[in-house]
Nanobody
Framework: QVQLVESGGGLVQAGGSLRLSCAAS????????MAWYRQAPGKERELVAG???????NYPDSVKGRFTITKDNDKNTAYLQIVHVTPEDTAVYYC??????????????WGQGTQVTVSS
C-alpha cells in the first residue's frame, strides 16, 4: 500500500522558515515526479514545487526564490524548504507523487496534508 506522510508543518512567524518532509512508502517501481501543493481556505489547490526523477525543478512565480524542493531518492522522501514566509503562505501543504507502483499503472498519489500557519 502506498503511503505519503507529510510532516514539519506548524505555526511560524512571518519572515521565518520552515522545512516540510514527505516520506513515501510502498512498492515503487519508479517515481517519476514528486511535488508539493498547497491549498488555502477558499482557494484552489496549487502547485508550489515539483521535482522530476532527474532532479530538475519547477516553481510558480508566486513562490520562486523562497521555496526549494529537494529529495532523497534512497529514502523516497521529498522536502520543501520555505524561507521568508508570509501570511499568504498559510495553507495545507500536500505531497504528491507520480509513480509506477507494482501491480498498478502509473498514477499520482497524495498525502494527507500538513498545516502551515504563518502569523503576522
Amino acid at each position: 500500500q502506498v503511503q505519503l506522510v507529510e510532516s514539519g508543518g506548524g505555526l511560524v512567524q512571518a519572515g521565518g522558515s520552515l522545512r516540510l518532509s514527505c516520506a513515501a512508502s510502498g512498492s515503487f517501481v519508479r517515481i517519476f515526479d514528486m511535488a508539493w501543493y498547497r491549498q488555502a481556505p477558499g482557494k484552489e489547490r496549487e502547485l508550489v514545487a515539483g521535482i522530476r526523477e532527474g532532479g530538475s525543478t519547477n516553481y510558480p512565480d508566486s513562490v520562486k526564490g523562497r521555496f526549494t524542493i529537494t529529495k532523497d531518492n534512497d529514502k523516497n522522501t521529498a522536502y520543501l524548504q520555505i524561507v521568508h514566509v508570509t501570511p499568504e503562505d498559510t495553507a495545507v501543504y500536500y505531497c504528491n507523487v507520480d509513480a509506477w507502483v507494482t501491480g498498478f499503472n502509473r498514477q499520482e498519489y497524495w498525502g494527507q496534508g500538513t498545516q502551515v500557519t504563518v502569523s503576522s
